[in-house]
Each structure stands twice: as structure tokens, then as C-alpha cells.
């Protein structure tokens, strides 16, 4: 009887760690001050306009890995793409943050609805390490608006790494690009 007690235990116990959420493990949640995604918690329903007078669109590189050496040829590289905003008066509206890999092939949205950055406030989001579906080329495509024609977003990626002993960190700037495809951003 306590041999069929203890496997009773022993099984849900370790079906209960086995079946844990992939959001649990996400380090979105994980790692944010209240364990929630932060990209869910600045989702709205609607911008206040159809027609911001800010309307910009950047492209911002990520590395998902670099170049080792012959030993270990591929380090792979946790990423956080960080979006603030600079204005101390007014809100930004981020309305897409799409991922291309080295190709150029568009790999997901991370974005389901626009998100409101709040003056002064920032959004940073983790790419894991074993996340190798970008490869070493990978970028973002982020869509930016507001209803101020001032705003000036701070972009930009950091990566960190380890290879042998040692640990770096590096970061990646974005640069406002131009599209044909522009109005389908906005």
C-alpha cells in the first residue's frame, strides 16, 4: 500500500514538472518585476489616431551568434531588444516588432495588438540564447508612432555571451530605414 501511495505521489509529482507552461519559462515572465509579459501588460486596443504625424520605421540587428574559433566555431548569444522612450511629455505607440532571420526570410510577430510606451518608460524584450531561428544576420523591424512629432525612441539591441572562461556584451543601434512597404506598417 505505500509502495502505491508513493508512485501515486511520485507520478503527479512528475507530471506536474514535466508539464510546466512554456510561459513559466519564458524569461519575459520570468525575469520582468511582476513575472508578466511585459509586452501584454502595455497591449491597447486602439492608437488615438489613424493619422500620427510621427510615423517611423527602424531597423535594429541582432546577433544571435558570433564567430568563436576553430574549437568552438559558433557561440551563441542571448539578446535584448530594448525600446525606450525618451520624451518626458508624451506616449509612443509601438505597432509592430517583427523578426527577420539572415536571409531575410520573415521569421514571427511579436507583437498581436499596438503597445503605448509611456513617457520616460521602456520595453525590453529577451531573446534566448538557444533561439537560433534568426542565425547570425537576424534583425527587427519596429514601427513607431506618436502623437508629438518630436519623439526621439532609443533602440537598440544587447547582446551577452560567454566562450571559454570569458564573458562580453555588446549592443547594436538601429537606424530609421525607409520601405515600400511602409504604409503596411502603419
Known amino acids: 500500500m505505500k509502495n502505491s501511495v508513493l508512485t501515486v505521489t511520485l507520478l503527479i509529482v512528475g ?28 497591449e491597447i486596443d486602439n492608437i488615438p489616431s ?9 531597423y535594429v540587428p541582432v546577433y544571435s551568434n558570433i564567430y568563436g574559433d576553430q574549437d568552438s566555431p559558433k557561440v551563441m548569444l542571448s539578446a535584448t531588444l530594448s525600446i525606450r522612450n525618451t520624451s518626458l511629455d508624451n506616449s509612443m505607440y ?28 521602456t520595453l525590453n524584450y529577451i531573446v534566448e540564447k538557444l533561439d537560433d531561428t534568426g542565425g547570425d544576420g537576424a534583425n527587427f523591424v519596429v514601427a513607431i508612432e506618436s502623437e508629438a512629432n518630436n519623439i526621439s525612441p532609443l533602440i537598440e539591441t544587447i547582446m551577452i555571451g560567454t566562450f571559454s572562461n570569458k564573458a562580453f556584451s555588446f549592443t547594436s543601434n538601429s537606424v530609421e530605414i525607409e520601405d515600400s512597404k511602409t504604409d503596411a506598417y502603419f
Do not use: W
Not at 21 to 42: G, Q, R
Not at 50 to 58: I, V
Open 15 to 42: 507530471i506536474g514538472l514535466t508539464s510546466c507552461d512554456a510561459v513559466e519559462k519564458d524569461p519575459n515572465i520570468l525575469y520582468s518585476d511582476e513575472h508578466k509579459d511585459p509586452i501584454k501588460e502595455l
Open 50 to 58: 489613424e493619422d500620427m504625424p510621427f510615423q517611423k520605421l527602424y
Open 94 to 121: 509601438i505597432t509592430k516588432i517583427d523578426y527577420y532571420n539572415t536571409k531575410g526570410d520573415y521569421v514571427r510577430p511579436y507583437l498581436n495588438k499596438s503597445i503605448e510606451l509611456p513617457p520616460m518608460g
